[in-house]
């Protein structure tokens, strides 16, 4: 394919600024609070996968955006099911007899050997989460104990299929959700360790807007799609189930980056029109055609800053920018933080 001879970047305008559909929980710019409830013999990996969302969501933006805590149900030690002991913040009674808010949402952590009867002290705190507005959620089966607590209100959930007779015995008006992962009105679940990191960029999504949360799956996902010799950026979004001519255009931005292909070229190339292009970004990724392209690029650049010792000014023409400024207002818009900046902090050794 002949790339073009000259290179085309877009104006920081096109950083998608419009968080009009982003939940956010407070109004302030306090982090969102998440808190753990560790089932005995809970999952690690589903545990740490959940947690492990939530870091990589505070490394890829200058302002820490979540923060969470463990809490226990009858004591302060709980034993996941690798036989490693959790020392956590709190308990529930705890957290009930405080009656305050803490947290923003409450995640019930289970797990294969978790025992599914109900826990009243876990349900006392799961009624009070809910009527102070909280965000519910269980993994694994702890969406059980939500069920327990009959604070569903409604909305379907995603739990581990050997649960499922279960969850049909004792809860028949319940829905089971044909999804692994999802959030139902403010009911977040998922059905075991892998589906929790989809869980949870749900929620990055929910809260932080698809910009953000793409970011994160970018990042967490990279080792599920083939390795060429340029590492494929946001290949999480080359879906089979998308059209053969949005997936034409994705591959030629990933193909492009050095040199930008303009939308008159991506629309030869992919032999769409502008209409149908626009349209096809709108229904299956929820932006636009070159504000998905500059967020390729930005990404491919924070990729650089991360991995090589290259100057900034070569990191901005390899991304393909025109020049420094132009790329350190875009990244900046993108990132909220200037490129020296962002080098500097994942260099320190406190990060």
Known sequence: MSQPTHKKSFSPSNVDSNHAHVKKVESSNQPIMIGFVLLENFSMVAFTGAVDALVTTN?????????????GVGSNTITSDLGIDISTGSTVCEQVEASQKNFDVIIVCGGYRCKLEEQPQLSE???ASQRQGLYLGGLWN??????HADVLQGARIAVHPDNHPYVKEHFQQIAIASETSLLDGKI????????????MLTLVEHFQGNRIARAVKEILTCDQFSETSVTP???????????????????????NIEEPLTLEELLHYANVSRRQLERLFQNNLETSPSR???ELRITYARRLLQQTNKPIIDIAIASGFVSSSHFSNCFKDYFGTAPSNFR???SSPSN
């Open 292 to 294: 998905y392209y500059l």
């Open 125 to 127: 705190f799961l009624k």
């Open 142 to 147: 702890g969406a059980i104990s939500l069920a």
């Open 59 to 71: 490394l890829v933006q200058t302002e820490k955006l979540f923060d969470y805590r463990t809490i």
């Open 188 to 199: 977040l679940s998922g059905a075991g360790p892998v589906s929790a990191l989809a869980m």
């Open 233 to 255: 950026i946001i290949e999480t979004t080359d879906d089979q189930k998308y059209p053969e001519s949005l997936r034409k255009v994705l591959e030629l931005m990933r193909n």
């Open 344 to 346: 500097k902090k994942i």
